[in-house]
């Protein structure tokens, strides 16, 4: 399976993107899907998970009220992650992955995009 992140880029503080993470089997419809990001100098930290039907949402408390993750409903393989009210401390290379649990544990993760970087300046 692969993952295929797209969507990062450059934007002022307040700013908002939306990042897409489309896997290239629809295997994957039955994963919960994950963003985490890893900033410069810094490990990788949980952002959001969606689970496989797209009922179940959580998200990091950094992130909790600005960012929102979703499933294509037609097409589960795909999955969004709307970034609003972008902070500087947000820039990272966000990357998107794919697991069999529905969790915020980046070690159960079995697939994962090569990244997407957003920056975010003040």
């Known amino acids: 399976v692969q993952l295929q992140a797209s969507g990062g880029g450059s934007v002022q503080a307040g700013g908002s993107l939306r990042l897409s993470c489309a896997a290239s089997?629809?295997?994957?419809?039955?994963?919960?899907m994950g963003w985490f990001r890893q900033a410069p100098g810094k490990e990788r930290e949980f952002v959001a998970v969606?689970?496989?039907?797209?009922?179940?949402?959580?998200y990091a408390d950094s992130v909790k009220g600005r960012f929102t993750i979703s499933r294509d409903n037609a097409n589960k393989n795909t999955v969004f992650l709307q970034v609003n009210s972008l902070k500087p401390e947000d820039t990272a290379v966000y990357y998107c992955?794919?697991?069999?649990?529905?969790?915020?544990?980046?070690?159960?993760?079995?697939?994962w995009g090569q990244g997407t970087l957003v920056t975010v300046s003040s």
């Open positions: 992955a794919a697991s069999s649990l529905y969790t915020g544990d980046l070690n159960e993760y079995n697939y």
């Open positions: 969606i689970d496989w039907s797209g009922d179940r949402t959580y």
């Open positions: 089997r629809r295997t994957v419809m039955r994963y919960a």
